[in-house]
């Protein structure tokens, strides 16, 4: 049984949590510390951390796939049962997709970066918003890429499907202002993480005009500051960080 602390105190559930940027807010959130609700289809990474983090804070890890829509709502169900809230929330897993361009990518392809990247983010907002409610509200973000706001060459389907987590996060915030629940979308440029250790690091390095890449921790930092009441009148906002990326 849960004293009267615990049940106040706040949950955040992180999506993509195994590795890189989500790996990185699972690590600060644990420090507030928030319980946790780490989710991830990498079974191995996903409980190391779980066994990394649980002596700082309560954690739930499930392993799944995000674009499983009846896991997502196990998952939820889950929280209710074990934690009876959610406040924060990161939605965050995502996959690059293949450099084609358009006539050269596949439907399988197409279909699968849609469905990581977009269609589990509608899963997730589906069924966390309702346990939000029951507690007066928090505070989501979706991770998008500033591949959300431009374009780049052979990277059609990589490039829809964060324009889309963009309108989606703009759509959930209009829904849900009202009641409390704020809804915004991060931007990062190319960040150091396993998603795109196979390009070429000087490379990518070079084409931002802070000369170098950005690190999960950075990203991380901005996702606690949209979390937090400080930022309490922002939503439905696009935050950008990519070291000066979008806007040559
Ligand atoms: N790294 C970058 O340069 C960059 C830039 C812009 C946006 N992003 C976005 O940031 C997010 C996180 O990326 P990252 O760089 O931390 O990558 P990462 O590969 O380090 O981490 C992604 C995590 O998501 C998990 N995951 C992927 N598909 C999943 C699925 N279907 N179900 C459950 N888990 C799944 C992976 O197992 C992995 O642990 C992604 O949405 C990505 O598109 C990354």
């Not at 779980?50 to 002596?55: H, I, P, V």
């Not at 361009?101 to 899963?123: A, P």
Request: net charge negative.
């Amino acid at each position: 049984m849960e004293n009267n602390q615990n049940l106040n105190q706040r949950v955040a559930m992180i999506t993509g949590a195994a590795s890189g940027i989500g790996k990185a807010v699972a690590c600060i959130m644990a420090d507030q510390p928030y319980r946790l609700c780490l989710i991830d289809f990498n079974e191995q990474e996903l409980h190391t951390l779980q066994a990394q983090l649980q002596d700082k804070t309560e954690i739930i890890a499930m392993c799944g796939d995000v674009t499983d829509a009846s896991f997502i709502h196990t998952a939820i169900n889950e929280i209710e049962k074990k934690f009876g809230r959610l406040d924060y929330v990161l939605n965050n897993a995502g996959m690059t997709s293949a450099a084609k361009s358009i006539v050269d990518l596949e439907f399988e392809e197409w279909h699968r970066v849609m469905n990581v990247n977009v269609h589990s983010i509608y899963y997730c907002l589906h069924y966390q918003i309702p346990l939000m409610l029951k507690t007066g509200g928090g505070s989501i973000v979706n991770t998008s890429s500033m591949l959300g706001l431009i374009g780049t060459k052979k990277r059609a389907a990589y490039v829809a499907s964060k324009h889309a987590v963009t309108g989606l996060t703009k759509a959930a915030a209009l829904d849900y202002a009202a009641e409390n629940i704020r809804v915004n979308s991060v931007h990062p440029g190319y960040i150091e993480t396993p998603l795109i250790a196979h390009i070429d690091s000087e490379m990518l390095a070079a084409k931002h005009p802070v000369g170098r890449l950005g690190t999960a921790e950075e990203v991380a930092a901005l996702v606690k500051f949209l979390w937090s009441d400080e930022a309490k009148f922002i939503t439905g906002s696009q935050y950008v960080i990519d070291g000066g990326y979008s806007i040559q």
